[in-house]
C-alpha cells in the first residue's frame, strides 16, 4: 500500500519516457498518456482513502532513515489536493487530445512530467524534494507554454522561464539559509528545531520562504509574468497551469507557513491577500478578451486561499484548502470554456463575439456554472468556499479583509457578467465581422472537447453537491496541519 | 565559515543580478548562470567548516568529515541549472532567429499603454508651448 506514494510520482515519469519513445505514433502517445493518468487518479483515491482512515502515511524512499533520506508523505491535504490535481489533469489531457492540441511529439512527454512533478511537490516530505519536483513541474512547463515557437509565445514564455528560474534560484537560497540554521530540510525535523532559533531568524526564513513561493503562486506584487504568459499558450496548456501551478505554489506556501507556524505573519499575510483579490479582479475588469479576464482572475483568487492561512485558526486554513480544492476544477474548466467559444467562433475578443447562447448552448452552460460558483452564488461549491471563509474571518475578528473579501466577491461576479453579456447575449451580428484569415471557423467544436468540459463541469458540481464531506475533511486536513503532530511521527517514527 | 566563500557567493549573486536586470536575453541568461553558481556556493557555505572526506569507518568521529549532503543538493542544483540554461540558450535562438534582436520585447499591451502615455506627454508639452508662445507677445507688450 505505501508503494502507492513513489509510484504516483514514478508512474506518470515512466509514462513520458514511453511517450517519448513511440513520439511517431500518436495514437499510442495518447493511450499511453490516458492509461497513466487513469492510473494515477485511481492511486490517488486509493492514497485518500487510506489516510482518511489511518492518518498521515510516510515512505522514506531507499530506506534511508527520516531526516537524511527521500521523504514521501500524504496527509490529509496533500492527499486532497493530489486527487482533484489528478481528476482534472486527466479531464484536460482528453480536452487536448479531442482539440488535436498534441500535434508536437513532445506534448505528451512533457504533459505527464508535468503530472508527476504535481504529484511530487504535493508528497514532498522536505524541502530540497520539493525544489526537485517543483522545477520537474515547472520545467515541462516551459516546454509546454512555448511549445508552438510562435513569436508571442517565445517573448511571453521568454519572461515565464527567467522569472520562475529566478524564484527558483531563491529557492536553493533558502534550502542553504534553512540547512545552515538547522541542520535539517526534513519538514517534520525541521518543524521540531525550527522553534528554538532567534526570533528575527526565523521571521527571516519565514519571509523568504513566503515571497519564494509567493512568485509561483501570483500573489500581489509579484504576479506580472501571469497575465502576461498565460494567454499566449494553447488552451489546454494555460487551462491546466491555470487550475494547477498556482495553486501547487499556494500548497506550499501552506505546507511551509504551517511547519514553522510563524502566527506572527498573519497580519502581513492578510494584507498581501487584501491586496491580490482586489488588484486581480481590477485588472481582469480591465481586460476585454476572455482569456486574459481570466488570467487576472487566477490572481484575484489565490488572494482568497492565502487570506485563508493568513488568519492560522482551523476554520481559516480548512476554508483556503477548501477554496483551493474547488479551484483547481472551477478554474481550469473556465478556460476549457472560453476555449471551446475560440474554437466555435475563431477569437476571444468580447467586442468581436455576441449570441452564442443561441448558436452554442452547451458552451454557455459550461461556462455559466463554473462563472457562477466563481462568483460564490448559493448552492455552488464557490459559495461554500467564499462562506467558510468569511465565516473564518468573522470569528476570527479580522473584520477588514472580511470587507475586502466581500467587495472582491461582488467584482468577481460584475467582470464574469462582462464576459456572460459580451460573449453569450446580444446580437451576432452587431458585432463587427471577422477578418478574413479567421472567416474558416468551425460552428461546432469536436465532441471529445465538449465532452471533457462537460465532465469537469460534472467535478465542479460533484464538489458542490459533497461539499458537507469534502468541507469535513478539509477541517481535518487543517487541524492535522497546523497541529503536525500526526505528521512528524507518521515521518520520524516509522 | 570561510569568508572567502561567502564573499564569492555575494559578488556571484550581485553581478547576476545586474545581468539579469538587463534587456538583452544573453547578458539575461548569463545572470541565470552566476545567479545559480551563487546558490551552488552558498550551498558549500550552508555545511558548515571544510574538513576530511565523507569517507567514514565506523570509528571515525563524525566531527573530524565534512557534511556531505550540500555537497548532494549542490549536485542536483547544478545539474538543473545546465538544464534549464541549455533550454533558455535555445529559447533566445529561436526568438532571434524570429526577430533577428537580441532584446526583450514589451507586451502587446504595454506597449499600447507606452505610446498612450507618449502621446499624452505630448499633446501636453504642445499646450505649455501653445500657451507659452500666446503668453509671450502680451508679456513683451506689457
Known sequence: MTALLPLSVVLPLVGAALC????????????????TLAAGVGMAAMVLARVDAEGPTAVQVGEWAAPVGI?????LMAALFLL???????????????????????FHPAYLVLAAGVAGSFLAGDLFNLFVCFEMMLIASYVLIT?????????????????????????VTVVAFVYAATGTLNLADLSGRFASLPQALQLAIGLSLFVMFGVKAAIFPLFGWLPDSYPNAPTAVT??????????????????????????????????????MVVGVVGAIAQGEVKRILSFHIISQIGYMIMGLGLFTVAGVAGAI???????????????????????????????????????????VAFLIPALSLGGIPPLAGFVAKLSLVQAGLSAEAWVIVAVALVASILTMVSMTKIWSGVFWGDPDEAPPLPAALGATRLRPPALMTAATLATVGITLAIAVFAGPIFDMATRAAESALDNTAYVEAVMGS | MSLALAVCA?????????????????????????????????????????????LMSPDTPGSAVV?????????????????????????????????????????????????????EIERSQAAAERERSDGRPEGDGS
Open chain 1, 20 to 35: 517519448l519513445v513511440f513520439s511517431r505514433v500518436r495514437a499510442l502517445q495518447r493511450t499511453v498518456t490516458l492509461v
Open chain 1, 71 to 75: 521523504t514521501l508523505v500524504a496527509d
Open chain 1, 84 to 106: 482533484f490535481a489528478m481528476l482534472t489533469i486527466l479531464g484536460v489531457a482528453v480536452y487536448a487530445i479531442g482539440q488535436g492540441a498534441d500535434g508536437r511529439s513532445v
Open chain 1, 147 to 171: 511549445i508552438g515557437a510562435t513569436e508571442a509565445q517565445v517573448r511571453s514564455g521568454m519572461t515565464y522561464v527567467v522569472i520562475n528560474l529566478t524564484a527558483s534560484t531563491l529557492f
Open chain 1, 239 to 276: 487551462a491546466v497551469f491555470a487550475g494547477l501551478l498556482t495553486k501547487v505554489g499556494v500548497y506550499a506556501i501552506i505546507r511551509t507557513q504551517t511547519v514553522l507556524g510563524l502566527d506572527e505573519l498573519g497580519t502581513f499575510i492578510l494584507v498581501v491577500a487584501g491586496i491580490t
Open chain 1, 322 to 364: 477548501f477554496y483551493v480544492i474547488h479551484q483547481i476544477p472551477g478554474k481550469t474548466v473556465l478556460f476549457l470554456a472560453g476555449g471551446l467559444v475560440e474554437e466555435t467562433t475563431g477569437t476571444g475578443e468580447l467586442h468581436r463575439l455576441g449570441g452564442l447562447i443561441r448558436s452554442a448552448p452547451v458552451i454557455a
Open chain 2, 10 to 54: 555575494a559578488t556571484l549573486f550581485g553581478c547576476g543580478t545586474y545581468l539579469l536586470l538587463q534587456r538583452t536575453l544573453t547578458r539575461v541568461i548569463l545572470g541565470i548562470a552566476l545567479l545559480g553558481h551563487g546558490t551552488v556556493l552558498l550551498l558549500q557555505v550552508a555545511g558548515g567548516r571544510a574538513g576530511a572526506p565523507p
Open chain 2, 67 to 119: 557534511d556531505p549532503l550540500p555537497h548532494a543538493l549542490a549536485l542536483t542544483a547544478i545539474v538543473i541549472t545546465f538544464g534549464v540554461t541549455a533550454f533558455l540558450l535555445a529559447l533566445a535562438y529561436r526568438s532571434w532567429s524570429l526577430t533577428q534582436d537580441d532584446e526583450v520585447r514589451d507586451d502587446l499591451e504595454d506597449r499600447l499603454v507606452a505610446r498612450r502615455i507618449d502621446a
